[in-house]
């Protein structure tokens, strides 16, 4: 079944990409400052239905390409590697924003705010690459059912993510403010960030393993 290198390993994705900011962090946060915290956790539930949308879809997708086509294994983890890369450069790059510099928002209720939580997940890229192409290359085929692996992993980094994102819609207010105060710190978030997500990238474009045992 998943060995434990392979959760530690998407274990610490997952950390990396609800940590860089994106439209979900944008978004919740945004929400939380503006309307408060419960507005903030109806819209985290929002993008928890997202998360498993997406899960669901890679389960059996995963699982048919693999046995279809098992060449694609090398693609989608290359790929993969190399939307960390992106995402580190962002993060890095010069006048990179903090997403806890909220945006005003008017206040919505919590039909919309479910919605718009369940819709910005579905729509962030960063999820629909990590499904699609990070997803897969912790998957090792000959440690069992593709499928069973692809959920427990999914589930690892929903979990992840759900537990990182309550946790910054509760202190939203709190780190927005403090993290206004002191650009310094935000800079330091975002290049800590940046570095770890740029080191698990070489890492896993360097690592041959599962493309030999994924390329017949």
């Known amino acids: ?9 998407m274990s610490l994705v997952a950390l990396g990409l609800v940590l860089t900011p994106g439209p979900n962090m ?22 928890a239905v997202g998360f498993l949308v997406y899960l669901a879809a890679a389960v059996a997708g995963i699982a048919t390409v693999f046995v279809l086509v098992p060449p694609l294994y090398v693609a989608v983890k290359l790929a993969g590697a190399a939307y ?16 806890f510099t909220p945006t005003p928002l008017s206040p919505d209720r919590p039909r919309r705010l479910f919605t718009m939580g369940l819709v910005t997940n579905l729509l962030n ?12 290359q912790f998957i090792d085929p000959a440690r069992g059912h593709v499928a069973v692996q692809s959920l427990l992993l999914g589930l690892t980094q929903i979990s992840i993510a759900l537990t990182v994102n309550g946790l910054i819609v509760l202190t939203a207010g709190t780190v927005s403010a ?26 896993i474009a360097a690592d041959r393993s599962r493309a030999a045992v994924a390329t017949p």
Do not use: C, D, E
């Open 125 to 136: 890229p960063k999820i629909a690459i990590l499904y699609m192409s990070l997803l897969p």
């Open 178 to 203: 403090f993290l206004t105060r002191r650009p310094a710190w935000a800079r330091a978030q975002r290049y800590v960030m940046g570095s770890v997500l740029a080191g698990l990238a070489v890492r």
């Open 1 to 9: 079944m998943v060995s434990v290198g392979a959760v530690l390993g």
């Open 84 to 99: 960390l890369l992106w995402l580190a450069w962002q993060t890095l790059r010069p006048g990179g924003r903090s997403a």
């Open 26 to 47: 944008v978004y919740l946060v945004s929400r939380s400052v503006t309307q408060g915290r419960r507005a903030g956790l109806v819209s985290l539930l929002g993008v």
